[in-house]
């Protein structure tokens, strides 16, 4: 094969992505490079630490600390910015970018975060952005929703997009298990990070909802402007009570759009969903979402959403995409050339224009006329009562008390849960979830 059908790829970072990237990239390099028509060349790989050992062993020559020299090489047509982090990696991608390259990323935080500049650079400069695997692993969403769904609005788009989360809430579930006890299981299998605080707050899962909300409404919406809530304070009590109601519990993430308004909402949380749902069903590391289009209907994706093989699959994907580009100026990413939208746009929704049923959990003092008085406040707020649990609880002289509500909306039920907490009668922080009804 000629010199001028050799492609070159320069990875930045080369952790457990990166390792995972080449060593399937290798074992598939032949069939890859047949289908393409260009041979495949890694030319250089930028580290923290060269003389780290790792899995997967590269040549000495072919490793570099500077990040920003790889990006910058005339001879590398493809960067691969698999670091993580949005301050480095962000100067790389725009970086390459500037030079006309095709970057491949899975980094939802740097996406998040900069995505308008991201794009605005590679539709000035000739470059080309291509991140499947930043959003549910080895699940196609990406091009799901930029080719095969491109005929479509989308009025819903849900799901569980966070694979730690997930696992610990089926965990706590199946097990009757505490969340403190199933997270340091979590982070002995690897599941969890050290510090879990961006997974179990739901901070991964919003700037997943972030990109997905882009892909399909063009509108960026900072997670700061979610509603954006974490499992931390979930009980295996809740289970229980959410099973009595006919529900199991899920982290989602939630993008819906109500075209008659124009009107956006974006939200991250955990929520109720009816035991027959399919995604209530998806347990585990496993990721699941449902794209609703006005014209297909709704579509499921279900797969691993997580670790080293899927999010592998997804990067090499994109490279396989970005050579055919470079070599055959097809597979062009609709994506890199989507301008921003006009002034006075979808806008996102206020308050009380996003609607639901609620269920509220409380720690009440076990005495009379103590539900007369909650009930008194959500009335106050139009918030009405469909269903009352009472159980013992783990403290003498209380109780505890679940509330599930007819459809009322995040505004009522916000200040219905501040005024409700300072009730003398409430003796700790109310739980405060979603009930999801969504059609299948």
């Known amino acids: ?130 991140f499947e695997a930043s959003v549910a692993g080895g699940i196609p969403i990406i091009k799901a929703l930029r080719e095969g769904l491109v005929a479509n609005r989308f009025p819903c ?28 299981e979590a982070k002995q299998l690897g599941y969890a990070e050290a510090d879990e605080a961006l997974d179990v707050q739901g901070w991964d899962a919003a700037h997943k909802a972030a990109v997905l909300a882009w892909l399909a409404h063009g509108r960026w919406v900072d997670p700061k402007h979610m509603i954006v809530e974490g499992i931390d304070r979930i009980t295996p009590a809740d289970f229980k009570n959410a099973a009595t109601l006919g529900y199991g519990i899920k982290l989602l993430a939630i993008i819906v759009r109500d075209f008659a308004t124009d009107e956006l909402s974006v939200r991250v949380h955990p929520t109720l969903l009816p035991e027959g749902n399919v995604i209530a069903n998806v347990n585990g590391v496993y990721n699941a979402i449902s794209v609703t289009g006005d014209v297909v209907g709704t579509t499921l994706y279900i797969g691993r959403g997580a670790g080293q093989d899927a999010t592998a699959s997804a990067v090499i994907s994109d490279i396989a995409d970005a050579a055919a580009l470079l070599r055959h100026g097809k597979n062009l990413h609709l994506t890199s050339e989507v301008a921003p939208l006009p002034a006075g746009g979808v806008k996102l929704a206020p308050l009380e224009r996003i609607r639901g ?84």
């Open 357 to 440: 049923c609620y269920y509220l959990r409380l720690t009440v003092r076990d005495q009379p006329g103590v539900l007369a008085r909650i009930a008194s406040v959500m009335a106050r707020h139009h918030v009405s009562i469909a269903s009352v649990i009472q159980n013992a609880s783990e403290t003498d002289g209380t109780a505890s008390l679940v509330l599930t509500t007819h459809e009322s909306n995040e505004r009522a039920m916000q200040t219905t849960l501040r005024d409700v907490s300072r009730l003398a009668s409430v003796v700790d922080r109310p739980l405060l979830l979603r009930i999801g009804e969504f059609s299948e």
């Open 157 to 184: 788009i849900y799901g569980i997009l966070n694979g730690t989360c997930n696992y610990i809430l089926t965990q706590m579930e199946e097990l009757d298990a505490p969340y403190d006890c199933v997270l340091a």
């Open 1 to 130: 094969m000629s010199k001028s059908n050799v492609i070159k790829i320069g990875l930045c970072g080369f952790g457990t992505v990166g390792q995972g990237v080449w060593k399937h990239l290798q074992r598939t390099k032949g069939e890859m490079e047949a289908r393409l028509g260009v041979r495949l060349e890694l030319a250089r790989v930028a580290v923290r630490d060269p003389r780290r050992k790792r899995a997967v062993r590269l040549p000495a020559s072919k490793l570099t600390t500077d990040a920003m020299a790889v990006a910058c090489d005339p001879a590398i047509g493809i960067v691969c910015e698999l670091m993580g982090g949005t301050d480095l990696a962000r100067q790389v991608t725009l970086a390459a970018l500037r030079e006309g390259k095709v970057v491949v990323s899975a980094n939802k935080a740097l996406i998040s975060a900069h995505g308008a500049e991201i794009f605005a650079t590679a539709r000035k400069h000739g470059g080309h952005f291509f």
